[in-house]
């Protein structure tokens, strides 16, 4: 109901919307453009921009499967913020009021060792401004105090002062599961909680930086170290070549922005198509772009741009083409095959 409303109101307080693309020798661009009356709910929603670049610079430079920045203090960020904790969109009681005190989230989903079967999301980590780590850090610990029940045979603890960092006091988080493997489902659950977290399960850090909070989705130092390092003015993620690139191609003052790592993403999808004896050969160059989407909020009016590079389109070509080939192989083929 409420994403009904959502669009209705849009669409009142919309005046024009302008749709485009463009391609050329760099790559392909796709532009979605909405302007509101000035005076009205959705013009005051977007009539100010927002620097979602700064916070992907508080993320480290590593290989990554999708990054997102977000900046908090655009109006239309602070209605959406405002909407969750109404609707009590988060998995621990108090979290609505912690919420309020972000400025701005980044996320990144790197590179896991373990590979897209073995720990998704193990090297995984988000940071969260705030004018005020500490009392953020507080209201989290706050939060899940004695614990709290995600779901039936799911708890979720969190230990203050579990570690420590270059100095810096971490907590750890971790989700118990206490569910019998030989029980429907249990098994299932165990495993998919593997694949997606690693070895450890579900469970991570949080620490304060100087300007905010970050959490990892696995016990993993090293790129909290790593993060702590690029708050500090070391590699960021903003000084990834291929994201660099694709983010001059998006509008300036973005208030959202985020990227897919196509490189990283195909060279495992490869290898577990591989393991499954359907094995691809493609040439990919050795440094490849990601995609970018970014969407700025001014002057009353958003827009939303993506842009696909050249080296993308035409690597993605090959994997189609391929697939095609080995899937419409697979059919048997003939005069008498499914035209689908």
């Given at each position: 109901?409420?994403?009904?409303?959502?669009?209705?109101?849009?669409?009142?307080?919309?005046?024009?919307?302008?749709?485009?693309?463009?391609?050329?020798?760099?790559?392909?661009?796709?532009?979605?453009?909405?302007?509101?009356?000035?005076?009205?709910?959705?013009?005051?929603?977007?009539?100010?921009?927002?620097?979602?670049?700064?916070?992907?610079?508080?993320?480290?430079?590593?290989p990554f499967?999708?990054?997102?920045?977000?900046?908090?203090?655009?109006?239309?960020?602070?209605?959406?913020?405002?909407?969750?904790?109404?609707?009590?969109?988060?998995?621990?009681?108090?979290?609505?009021?912690?919420?309020?005190?972000?400025?701005?989230?980044?996320?990144?989903?790197?590179?896991?060792?373990?590979?897209?079967?073995?720990?998704?999301?193990?090297?995984?980590?988000?940071?969260?401004?705030?004018?005020?780590?500490?009392?953020?850090?507080?209201?989290i610990q706050?939060?899940?105090?004695?614990?709290?029940?995600?779901?039936?045979?799911?708890?979720?603890?969190?230990?203050?002062?579990?570690?420590?960092?270059?100095?810096?006091?971490?907590?750890?988080?971790?989700?118990?599961?206490?569910?019998?493997?030989?029980?429907?489902?249990?098994?299932?659950?165990?495993?998919?909680?593997?694949?997606?977290?690693?070895?450890?399960?579900?469970?991570?850090y949080i620490?304060?930086?100087?300007?905010?909070?970050?959490?990892?989705?696995?016990?993993?130092?090293?790129?909290?170290?790593?993060?702590?390092?690029?708050?500090?003015?070391?590699?960021?993620?903003?000084?990834?070549?291929?994201?660099?690139?694709?983010?001059?191609?998006?509008?300036?003052?973005?208030?959202?922005?985020?990227?897919?790592?196509?490189?990283?993403?195909?060279?495992?999808?490869?290898?577990?198509?591989?393991?499954?004896?359907?094995?691809?050969?493609?040439?990919?160059?050795?440094?490849?772009?990601?995609?970018?989407?970014?969407?700025?909020?001014?002057?009353?009016?958003?827009?939303?741009?993506?842009?696909?590079?050249?080296?993308?389109?035409?690597?993605?070509?090959?994997?189609?083409?391929?697939?095609?080939?080995?899937?419409?192989?697979?059919?048997?083929?003939?005069?008498?095959?499914?035209?689908?």
């Amino acid at each position: 109901k409420r994403a009904q409303e959502f669009i209705e109101g849009m669409l009142e307080d919309g005046r024009n919307i302008v749709i485009g693309t463009q391609a050329g020798a760099s790559g392909l661009a796709f532009d979605v453009a909405m302007d509101f009356e000035t005076d009205s709910e959705f013009g005051a929603m977007f009539s100010d921009s927002g620097d979602s670049a700064a916070m992907l610079k508080r993320l480290p430079s590593q290989p990554f499967l999708f990054a997102l920045g977000a900046d908090f203090n655009a109006p239309v960020a602070k209605k959406l913020l405002d909407v969750m904790a109404q609707m009590k969109m988060a998995f621990v009681p108090g979290a609505g009021n912690i919420m309020k005190q972000a400025q701005g989230m980044a996320t990144a989903v790197f590179v896991s060792p373990g590979g897209l079967m073995g720990g998704l999301f193990a090297n995984t980590i988000s940071y969260t401004a705030t004018a005020d780590p500490k009392a953020m850090m507080a209201g989290i610990q706050e939060a899940t105090q004695g614990g709290q029940e995600m779901a039936p045979g799911m708890m979720l603890t969190y230990e203050a002062g579990a570690t420590e960092v270059d100095g810096t006091s971490v907590d750890a988080w971790s989700v118990q599961m206490d569910m019998n493997p030989n029980q429907m489902g249990g098994g299932v659950v165990q495993q998919m909680s593997m694949m997606l977290f690693g070895p450890g399960g579900m469970g991570g850090y949080i620490a304060p930086g100087k300007n905010g909070v970050y959490q990892t989705l696995s016990k993993n130092s090293q790129l909290l170290r790593s993060a702590l390092e690029a708050e500090g003015g070391d590699a960021s993620l903003l000084d990834d070549r291929g994201l660099s690139m694709v983010a001059s191609r998006l509008p300036k003052n973005r208030t959202v922005e985020a990227y897919i790592g196509v490189q990283s993403i195909l060279s495992q999808g490869l290898q577990v198509a591989a393991m499954f004896g359907m094995p691809m050969q493609v040439e990919m160059p050795e440094q490849l772009p990601p995609i970018g989407v970014g969407v700025t909020t001014d002057r009353s009016a958003a827009r939303a741009a993506t842009f696909m590079p050249a080296p993308v389109l035409k690597t993605l070509a090959q994997v189609a083409m391929q697939a095609d080939q080995m899937f419409g192989g697979m059919g048997g083929g003939g005069d008498d095959a499914p035209p689908f």
